[in-house]
T-cell receptor
């Protein structure tokens, strides 16, 4: 397996634009996590899914953030409208009841 | 809010020395995991210790868990320059929600 695949690796967008981050988890993993990492706040859990169902989205900062998992092999994190304070590295991870495997992250810059 | 808190925040040692990092957490857990993150990269899983285990080894890594004190330690023996990275503890609780601490930055000088 190629591991957790995230796209794009880098995204630069203007304030107010919609941003969509994508994640392909490891096949067979039934948990998927979205994290955000910044220098100020560290690594924050935004939302996680089990068997494609959102279990806990209490970490989603605002209604501008939404996440979906339409099937077991794909998830998206959308920010609409984006703001400069959303600039961060966004990680997707998947697991099978234990260790989490992380993607390489998407570095988002909102100018 | 953070579940795990690593200590120290930063650690600088000479190659060959041992590095010890600590993690404290707040609520009951099913397991505790340690991860490494090299600058600009994703996190890599190092070791998982379950709540009914007290100590676990993996190569140069030794992890202990004290559930009565809600704390864990990660020991890296005979450190190498390549061990330079940030180390995070993460706790797994109900529903396998994994929460990370702020991390310890380890710098190993050659």
């Amino acid at each position: 397996d190629a591991g957790v695949i995230q796209s794009p690796r880098h995204e630069v967008t203007e304030m107010g634009q919609e941003v969509t981050l994508r994640c392909k988890p490891i096949s067979g993993h039934d948990y998927l996590f979205w994290y955000r990492q910044t220098m100020m706040r560290g690594l924050e859990l935004l939302i996680y899914f089990n068997n494609n169902v959102p279990i806990d989205d209490s970490g989603m900062p605002e209604d501008r953030f939404s996440a979906k998992m339409p099937n077991a092999s794909f998830s998206t994190l959308k920010i609409q409208p984006s703001e400069p304070r959303d600039s961060a590295v966004y990680f997707c991870a998947s697991s099978e009841r234990g260790e989490a495997f992380f993607g390489q992250g998407t570095r988002l810059t909102v100018v | 809010s953070q579940q795990g808190e690593e200590d120290p925040q930063a650690l600088s040692i000479q190659e060959g020395e041992n590095a010890t990092m600590n993690c404290s957490y707040k609520t009951s857990i099913n397991n505790l995991q340690w991860y490494r993150q090299n600058s600009g990269r994703g996190l890599v899983h190092l070791i998982l210790i379950r709540s009914n285990e007290r100590e676990k080894h993996s190569g140069r890594l030794r992890v202990t868990l004290d559930t009565s004190k809600k704390s864990s330690s990660l020991l890296i023996t005979a450190s190498r320059a390549a061990d330079t990275a940030s180390y995070f503890c993460a706790t797994g609780g109900g529903g396998f929600k994994t929460i990370f601490g702020a991390g310890t930055r380890l710098f190993v000088k050659a």
